[in-house]
């Protein structure tokens, strides 16, 4: 336990500096940014549509969702993965890791919790920004009434549901990138993946839910899943429990392949 | 005899092709043992292997009389290394790699400025490690192998790079840390006279084979010297020479004996010269690694 804890700490400080880190940060303050600028900026426009503050919220929080859902997050996902475990490839450092008096073990988990945190924290603040700008916004512009209604359970849902829809592309794209050095090959097989995930869950092909590039979009289909608002949403749908699977499946293979990994 | 590192009959393959091969390798504890092998030898294989990066069966490899293979973690925290080139963050500076692997190693980060120091990095602690030239990174190697305090050091070629001061510099820090300090080194290299100013023992690889393995003064047996001697009648100067009791041989147009004292060969010079043969020029020569291998080749 001690080992991963330290193999933790070493993960956050040699990646403090890099993009994959503040890409986690940067996205949801500038994509909440631009939507509430927008928000702001478009004002009249939009509360000429003389919204409910519950529709307002939707109208607004869904905007976040669907991008981040739709594209951002999955691109993310692949480019962090590859990003954790490339400053090892890049910098040949696996060797160094792997004398160290540390559990192979610990080495591997710290780096996979580690990318896991990348994606929690990206997310909470898409959440907290969210919601936080949009407070700002009807501090700005009092005609949006965002204080009439409070989405804090259906946000906190949907965002968990997301993050965990993330988890099966996380740790497929963790094994191809611990397993290729180079950008090409797991950046590559991602973002086609990535493509072909989109399609098959916007076709309602019935066998999306075993892609995991399929799980983000998926996950943030609104409608049949949805029970009041009240009682907010299911989250551990069928692609859900499959990304989770995935999660289990990759994880271990993935330590299999590194415990195997000769240092040539 | 306690033994720092010991191997028994260690083979390794890469697919087809044998790299190390029966190796058994002896490291006394206290000792500098110079692994000494051309490049692709076998050496920087087998620090792998006794690093637990390639893997060795059960009962091949012993650190401290225990075996790799159970008591990697144990082993390990005896061990400090530098393999091939130093694996730094180039994105982070001297200072913060130390730091890093003080994280790892759970040890106090007023040791990495202690180890700065000491490779003479000091003023370069803040730059980013990717912007070292070849010497700094190596000394930054260095260091992080140095800052657990291992018991036991393996250095893969640790002078790459350097210029003559900073060669002369880790010579002088690696027969310190084995004299004061008691630390075990293997020190790999490729370069004879470089193990020859360090190491108390040597190990001599090629083709993946151990062809000699003993202490610098048994080495030093083996890699005589000699002294070329240019003449005008290279075949009188010979017969002359042998005659004296020298046990000259030719090589080229050149007699070859071996070095004993300048007394010795001044003696060698007065009796050609005396014969009236023309000494152009008097040579001592070491052998080369090349020589050496040969040597010890044919006496396997």
């Known amino acids: 336990m001690r080992s991963l804890f330290i ?13 994959a880190f503040w890409a986690a940060i940067l996205l949801p303050v500038l994509i909440c940014g631009l939507i509430a600028f927008g ?10 549509n003389n919204m409910p503050p519950m529709g307002l919220w939707g109208q607004y929080s869904s905007q976040a969702l669907a991008v981040m859902g739709m594209l951002i997050l999955p691109f993310y996902v692949i480019f962090m993965a590859f990003s954790v475990n490339n ?20 080495v591997y988990s710290a780096k996979f919790f580690y990318s896991v945190l990348l994606v929690l924290i990206c997310l909470a603040l898409f959440m907290g920004l969210t919601y936080l700008f949009a407070h700002l916004l009807h501090l700005l512009i009092p005609a949006y009434r965002f204080d009439l209604y409070d989405p804090s359970l259906l946000l906190f849902q949907y965002y968990l549901k997301l993050f965990l829809s993330a988890m099966g592309i996380l740790s497929f794209q963790f094994v191809l990138s611990l397993m290729w050095g180079d950008f090409l090959k797991p950046m590559g097989l991602g973002f086609v993946g990535t493509i072909a ?14 892609i995991p590039f399929s799980h983000p979009t998926l996950a943030m289909r609104m409608g049949k899943l949805r029970k009041s608002p009240a009682d907010g949403i299911d989250i551990m749908t069928q692609e859900i429990w499959t990304s989770l699977a995935y999660m289990v499946v990759f994880f271990i293979l993935g330590y299999f392949i590194l415990a195997k990994k000769n240092i040539k | ?11 390794y393959h890469f697919g087809q092709q044998q790299v190390v091969n029966e190796l058994s390798l002896q490291v006394p504890k206290g000792s500098i043992y110079g692994f000494l092998g051309p490049n692709g030898a076998g ?30 973690i144990e082993s390990l925290r005896r061990l400090g290394s530098l393999v091939e080139q130093p694996a730094i963050y180039g994105h982070m500076s001297g200072m913060e790699n130390l730091h890093n692997r003080c994280l790892l190693l ?12 000491l490779v003479g990095l000091t003023d370069a602690a803040r730059k980013k490690a990717g912007k070292y030239s070849l010497g700094m990174k190596q000394r930054l190697g260095i260091a992080l192998a140095l800052l657990s305090d291992p018991e036991l050091l393996l250095l893969d070629e640790p002078t790459n790079g350097l210029d003559p001061n900073g060669i002369i510099e880790i010579r002088n820090l690696l027969i310190r840390l084995a004299t004061e300090r008691g630390k075990t080194i293997l020190v790999s290299s ?28 048994d080495l030093q047996q083996l890699s005589q010297p000699v002294v070329a001697i240019d003449t005008d009648d290279p075949v009188r100067a010979q017969t002359l020479l042998h005659a004296a009791g020298y046990p000259a041989e030719t090589e080229g147009a050149q007699i070859r004996i071996p070095f004993q004292t300048p007394a010795d060969h001044a003696q060698a010079n007065k009796l050609l010269v005396e014969a009236g043969i023309a000494v152009h020029a008097l040579q001592p020569l070491r052998k080369d690694l090349e020589h050496l291998f040969l040597d010890i080749t044919k006496n396997n």
């Open chain 1, 197 to 210: 995930g989109i399609i098959c869950a916007n076709v309602q092909w019935k066998w999306a839910y075993l």
């Open chain 2, 106 to 117: 759970g040890i106090s980060k007023a040791r990495a400025a202690e180890m700065l120091a």
């Open chain 2, 190 to 217: 490729h370069l004879l006279a470089e193990i020859e100013r360090t190491a108390t023992h040597v190990g001599i690889i090629n083709k993946g084979k151990l062809l000699f393995q003993g202490t610098i003064a």
């Open chain 1, 7 to 19: 193999s933790l700490r070493s993960e956050f400080y040699k990646s403090r500096k890099g993009l």
């Open chain 1, 87 to 106: 400053i090892e490839h890049k910098n040949d450092t696996w060797k160094t890791l792997f004398s160290l008096p540390l559990q192979k073990l610990s």
């Open chain 2, 1 to 11: 005899m306690t033994l720092a590192i010991e191997t028994r009959g260690l083979n």
């Open chain 1, 39 to 48: 928000y702001f900026n478009s004002s009249e426009r939009i509360l000429r």
């Open chain 2, 43 to 72: 050496k920087t294989t087998t620090i792998k292997i006794l690093l637990n990066l390639l893997q060795a069966p059960r009962e091949k490899v012993f650190i401290f009389g225990k075996d790799l293979a159970e008591h990697r």
